[in-house]
């Protein structure tokens, strides 16, 4: 690993993050990340977080028509409500502060916890739930869907809505809206390495994959051999497409989750376009790339999102983030 | 047998637990690795060497108040499920014990129960579900009998937990893949009942 030691980890990121964007203003002692500009006038902000080791989320989506601020955990780890405090203190322009939460136990209960510490300082906070990961079959007897691929999208319409000057209800709306019309499914051809721990988080021989990987190498649902990427995008947008039975155009994200070669990536991407044209679904937009990654996981995931005419707009509005930047 | 407990008692008790989370710390990630992902071990030796630091001053010197801060630490420093629950059952059961400067065992046993109750609250689980609270229930009801009894009940409760599915937490995504592997967070509830009984019999 390219590292020092495993506890200066997430520190030396951020410290390295702060020299490569000045138009970030990166708080490495107290792990927040915020917008320079921050607090905008008469703007609702957006705050999320999560774990680190998912990078580029959730730090390289802050900057204008995305997040205001971002706090990054340890690795794999939901940072701690001081922090979210400290970032919605910063960005609240006494129009509200969104948190984008994925659905983890621990994110739920930290953000929670965040949002009655900020709402005792004055600031109102709205919260939306990104739950889009069709793997969990059984949402009753388990934490609920995961949060994964879908927060891009949260992100970025919800934060083009706030950019044009919507007010939090309607931001609100517009990100709850995007998370119901989003699914996921991943797969991952290797284990992943913690830095604390060193070694693979779990046994994943060559010649075998995991089909229903979240995105902290925690195991999937259920182990294979080796498929091809054709067999695996069609895998994959058969979970996607049974779930969310899209009858709009769709965003497509193609993720990388962190080691696959994008080689490798545009060609799943080829297939699962051809997956998708078997099955009538009408792509608007593509994204292909590395953008919410299980640190050194190879595989992918397939993230649909049905859109309408509002929410493509929103897609294509400017944005300017180290990760995500189109029209500026 | 030891039943009058002052503030000092509470510090060991937090000490101990620290220095015993610290040596388990590498198993608490093997399970975790198994069934989630790999960090509980690490975390909690982080949380609770923030708690040792925060003690150091003795500031805080009534059982209740002891609890409370070392409760505040962790919901400061650990961040995952863990760092809010486990902050969750020290402030609460800090805040049931009240200003007195020394409490008895059975008090003790009263506000851990209100202290467990609250983090099932705020997690959601049950017993049976493969999580910390199938240490803390039979432990909470043990330590009526004596400390000893109170950690042989935890550290069975984490073992009860291995033929268990999960239904709550990271592990809850494998499904019966979860089934055969001890749960990480059962784990650590035991140790902090493990350092309990060590304080316990280190006063007598």
Known sequence: ?328 | MLDVLDGDFFRRWLTTAAATVDREADRLTELDSAIGDADHGANLRRGFAAVTEALAPRDADHPGAVLVLAGRQLISKVGGASGPLYGTLLRTTGKALGDGAEVSREELAQALRAGVDAVTKLGGATPGDKTMVDALVPAVDALSTSFDAARDAAEQGAEATIPLQARKGRASYLGERSIGHQDPGATSSALLFAALAETAEATR
């Open chain 1, 1 to 328: 690993m390219l590292i020092n030691v495993p506890e200066t980890v997430v520190a030396d990121a951020l410290r390295g993050m702060a020299a490569a964007h000045p138009e970030l203003m990166v708080d490495v002692e107290n792990r927040v990340i915020v917008r320079r500009d921050a607090p905008v006038a008469d703007k609702v902000a957006l705050v999320s977080g999560g774990g680190s080791g998912h990078e580029p989320l959730h730090g390289g989506f802050v900057g204008p028509g995305m997040l205001s601020a971002a706090c990054p955990g340890e690795v794999f780890t939901s940072p701690v409500p001081d922090q979210m405090v400290r970032a919605a203190a910063a960005v609240d322009s006494g129009k509200g502060v969104l948190f984008v939460v994925k659905n983890y136990t621990g994110d739920v209960l930290n953000f929670d916890m965040a949002a009655e510490l900020a709402e005792d300082e004055g600031i109102q906070v709205a919260k939306v739930l990104v739950d889009d990961d069709v793997a969990v079959t059984d949402s009753l007897f388990t934490a609920g869907r995961r949060g994964t691929g879908a927060t891009l999208f949260v992100e970025k319409l919800a934060g083009a809505a706030a950019d044009e000057g919507a007010p939090l209800e309607r931001v609100e709306a517009i990100a709850r809206r995007v998370n119901e019309n989003s699914r996921s499914f991943g797969v991952a051809l290797s284990a992943v390495t913690t830095p604390a721990k060193g070694s693979p988080t779990f046994e994943l021989p060559p010649g075998e994959l995991e089909l229903g990987i979240g995105i902290h190498g925690e195991p999937g649902r259920e182990r294979r051999p080796m498929m091809t990427s054709g067999e695996i995008a069609d895998f994959a947008v058969d979970a996607v497409v049974e779930d969310l039975r899209p009858r709009n155009p769709v965003l497509l994200l193609v993720n990388g989750m962190g080691a696959t070669p994008l080689l490798e990536l545009y060609g799943f991407h080829a297939e699962v376009q051809r997956a998708l044209t078997e099955r009538n679904v009408a792509v608007a937009r593509v994204l292909v790339g590395n953008y919410v990654t299980s640190l050194d996981m190879a595989g992918a995931s397939v993230t649909l999102c049905q859109i309408d005419e509002e929410l493509l707009r929103l897609w294509d509005a400017p944005v300017r983030t180290p990760a995500l930047r189109w029209g500026v």
